[in-house]
C-alpha cells in the first residue's frame, strides 16, 4: 500500500455488519489504498439511563464504546488478511456531522463511504439527515451504499447534467466522467453514461410559457432536442465513451435515472451534488430525490473537488 490516502468508513453504532463493510474492502482492494473505519457512537437508552448517576453513565459508555471497538476489530480481521491496511476508530459524541468534517480536514482521505439510511418522508418533512447534511458539506467524493450485489462494482453509470450551459460550473460533467472512468478502470466495470433532460422546463428557459404548451411549438422542441443531443454526444466523444453505451432520455431526472439503474442492474451511480450555480440549482431537488429512490449505490462529486 504504496498510496498515501485513505478511505474512510463511516460505520453505525449499531454492531451489525452491511454489505458497505464489503464495499468498502473491495474499493480499499481495487484503489490500493489503506481504509479507515470509524463509528460515532450515541446510544439514547444509555444515554438516558445515566441521567440520576454520571459515573453509571460513564461505566456504560465506557464499556459499549470499547465492545463497538472490538466488534470492529473483528470485522477489520479478515480484510487485514487480503493485504488491506485497516484501523478502527469509536468516539462516542451525540452530533456526529462536525466530527466527520474534523476528520475529513485533518486527514487526507479520498472517499467517505457509508450504507444510506432510508428514511419515511414525514422524517425527511421535518429532519435533515446525516447522508443529506453530508451531501451537502463533503467536498471529497461521497458513496453512499444500499445495496451492495457485487462488492466489486461491476456495472457503473455516470450521470451528467447539460443543461442551462452558462450556469454552469465549468468542466464538471467532464470530471463526473473523468471519476466514473477511474473508478470503472480500478474495478475492471463496464461505464455507462446517461443525461436525462427535462424539455418542459428547458421550453420555458428558451421563452416559452405555461399557457403556450411546447407541445404547440415543435419546432422549439426539436431545437431544444437537437441541441442537447449535440452537446451530449460532443461530451461523450472527448471523453472516449462508446456509442453503445451513451444513453439520452426525456423525463423527470430523478425518477429515469432510478428506472435506468434498476433495468440495467447499476452497481454505482456516480452524479454531481451540484452542476448549477447558486442555492436555486442545488441539486438536492435531483440528487436526494435519486437517493431515496435508490437500490444500489450512488458515488456524489463536488464542484469543490473537481476544482481540486
Known amino acids: 500500500m504504496d498510496n498515501p490516502q485513505r478511505l474512510l468508513l463511516i460505520a453505525s453504532p449499531l454492531m451489525r455488519r452491511t454489505p458497505v463493510y464489503d464495499r468498502a474492502a473491495a474499493l480499499a482492494k481495487a484503489k490500493g489504498m489503506a481504509l479507515h473505519i470509524v463509528a460515532f457512537d450515541y446510544v439514547e437508552g444509555l444515554a438516558t439511563a445515566g441521567l440520576v448517576n454520571d459515573q453509571a453513565l460513564a461505566v456504560m459508555r465506557d464499556g459499549y464504546v470499547r465492545q463497538h471497538r472490538e466488534w470492529l476489530e473483528s470485522q477489520a480481521l479478515p480484510m487485514r488478511r487480503t493485504g488491506i491496511t485497516v484501523t478502527t476508530e469509536v468516539v462516542w459524541v451525540l452530533h456526529p456531522l462536525n466530527e466527520i468534517l474534523v476528520h475529513l480536514r485533518e486527514q487526507p482521505f479520498a472517499m467517505l463511504i457509508k450504507e444510506f439510511e432510508h428514511e419515511p418522508w414525514w422524517i425527511r418533512a421535518m429532519f435533515t439527515s446525516l447522508d443529506v447534511q453530508l451531501l451537502r458539506d463533503t467536498r471529497i467524493p461521497l458513496h453512499l451504499v444500499h445495496k451492495a450485489s457485487h462488492a466489486l462494482p461491476r456495472r457503473i453509470l455516470a450521470a451528467v447534467d447539460l443543461s ?3 450556469d454552469q460550473y ?4 467532464d470530471q463526473i466522467i473523468s471519476e466514473a472512468l477511474k473508478l470503472a478502470l480500478q474495478c475492471n466495470a463496464q461505464i455507462d ?4 433532460y427535462d424539455l418542459g422546463s428547458m421550453y420555458l428557459d428558451a421563452g416559452g410559457s405555461r399557457e403556450h404548451s411546447f407541445v404547440f411549438d415543435s419546432n422549439l422542441a426539436q431545437t431544444l432536442h437537437e441541441a442537447q443531443s449535440e ?6 466523444e472527448r471523453n472516449g465513451i462508446a456509442s453503445e453505451h451513451r444513453h439520452m432520455h426525456m423525463g423527470d431526472p430523478a425518477k429515469v435515472l432510478a428506472l435506468f439503474m434498476d433495468s440495467h442492474d ?3 451511480l456516480v452524479m454531481g451534488s451540484y452542476h448549477h450555480h447558486g442555492i436555486g440549482w442545488f441539486i438536492g431537488s435531483t440528487a436526494e430525490r435519486v437517493m431515496h429512490r435508490l437500490s444500489s449505490s450512488v458515488l456524489v462529486i463536488s464542484p469543490e473537488h473537481s476544482r481540486g
Open 266 to 268: 447499476i452497481d454505482v
Open 231 to 236: 452537446a451530449f454526444q460532443a461530451l461523450a
Open 193 to 196: 453514461l446517461l443525461y436525462v
Open 164 to 166: 442551462r450551459p452558462e
Open 170 to 173: 465549468e468542466g464538471f460533467n
